[in-house]
């Protein structure tokens, strides 16, 4: 991120020391002292386990995180931007979308290992559930992709189809469901979320999005559930909507509730995860600074789990047992550790500059991990983002 330039100066609403301890400031030094080191840190990385891979834009690097501790951190070859990372996908190679294509970096060495052009500047990935292929949403040429995102196979990081939808929809976002049979996006520039079956590998549904608090809903993002009943989709309108669709018929989605701000949904919603079960949703509100806790069976707002002021969070990933949201806070060099099961915060850890994006890989922990130092340490007062950060999501300017 060489031409993106930050401030250290606080804003208003910054930690105090003891805000900045009980918001998990405690709890990193624990787990830093806690970290494994000699034999047993050689034997553990031999064996797979579920790491956390955290993309810092600051120094282009992925931080490492074992649990509740920071390994280190590998130098990259790419700043991730909303990869694909469903639950936890199969594999070494962590998918994402660049400025003009998509890649995969493999998650031992930080290299990419595949690239593909789209002539998209903006392009959202979502991998099938069976790790073999490789959705592309290109926002700005209006198509999709499929790519081989098997290592295996012969043809691996190769466009096996490509469709272009109707003139002007803009694609913005793609979310697999749990079958790999159909696929949702946001049609930001037409108002509207279309149904893709990935069989047949084309729309067969578009439905509208109608406004309600804006002249537009402007639909941008969506998570399906991982019970395949439920979609999200975040909407720019008034400062942010949260749609919430029912897919009895996958084929057909229905919208049943919308929440504002005044159901209790934070401020600029950006994206969503859900809870394995799908019990419950979580709605990643960067200008609030909050996780809107969405309660799936009462279709309302069922709380909120709120982070130290200026940590901008953009983004999450949901550990593989399904008991952890981990939210990356650029704000903050920090990631957030949510408790699904009490829906709350449990603590912070460090990652490194400007943390963007995040994905949890069951892999071993990589050869050439630089463990030297660890990792600095959470920012105890928010970055200010300046203009013309590269990074359309990296925070609020303030």
Known sequence: MDSCRYSENTIKGGMTRRDFLAAGGATVAGLLAAAPTGRLARSLAREPSDLLFVSNAGDKSLAVVQGDTPLGKLPAEAVLFFPANGPSPPGNVIWTGLDGGVAGLDAQTGRIVARVETGSAQNYVQLTPDGHHLIVAARYTDAYLRIDADPASPTFGQVTARFDIYANAGPCDVTVERSGRYAYTPDRRSDAVSVLDLDAFRVIRTVSVEPLVGNRPDPFMATVSPDGRWLLV??????GTESIFALQDPTDPREVVRLTAEDGLGRNPLTSEFRPDGRFGYVICRDSNELTVIDLEALEVAGSVRFPAGSNPVSGAVSTNGTRLYVPLPGRDAVAIVDLEANE????????????????????VPAGLDRSGLLPGVLPVARTFPEGCPYFCCGEIV
Request: charged share 10%; aromatic share 0%; glycine share 16%.
């Open 345 to 364: 915060l449990a603590g912070l850890i460090p990652s490194g500059p400007v943390p963007l994006h995040a994905v949890v890989l069951r892999t071993t």
């Open 234 to 239: 975040e909407n720019t309108e008034g400062g």
